[in-house]
């Protein structure tokens, strides 16, 4: 199995930067995809940002310009780096690994933006 860590948010103003690192447990050099999700009160999980193996990315269009997925595979860590946020994007944001057959999900971090 593969544990996933979230750390990396808070709370911040608007037009401020915030960067959530998601940390596994074992090597993501095989992974099928990773991602970060989000879920506000009384929205539905939806799919912030997304990197396929082979390097391509997706984001969601009220993010592109603002978000950046990445990952290092030395420390097994995938990062959504997040600059010029809006009260919009407050939510608990998940990280996501699909690997082997199997989906794995984070504990969840939250991210507050608010004046």
């Known amino acids: 199995?593969?544990?996933?860590?979230?750390?990396?948010?808070?709370?911040?103003?608007?037009?401020?930067?915030?960067?959530?690192?998601?940390?596994?447990?074992?090597?993501?050099?095989?992974?099928?995809?990773?991602?970060?999700?989000?879920?506000?009160?009384?929205?539905?999980?939806?799919?912030?940002?997304?990197?396929?193996?082979?390097?391509?990315?997706?984001?969601?269009d009220s993010v592109k310009g603002r978000f950046t997925i990445s990952r290092d595979t030395a420390k097994n860590t995938v990062y959504l780096q997040m600059n010029s946020l809006k009260p919009e994007d407050t939510a608990v944001y998940y990280c996501n690994v699909v690997q082997s057959g199997a989906n794995y999900w984070g504990q969840g971090t939250q991210v507050t933006v608010s004046s």
């Open 1 to 60: 199995q593969v544990q996933l860590v979230e750390s990396g948010g808070g709370l911040v103003q608007p037009g401020g930067s915030l960067r959530l690192s998601c940390a596994a447990s074992r090597s993501i050099n095989n992974f099928k995809t990773m991602g970060w999700y989000r879920q506000a009160p009384g929205n539905q999980r939806e799919l912030v940002a997304l990197i396929i193996s082979g390097g391509r990315t997706n984001y969601v």
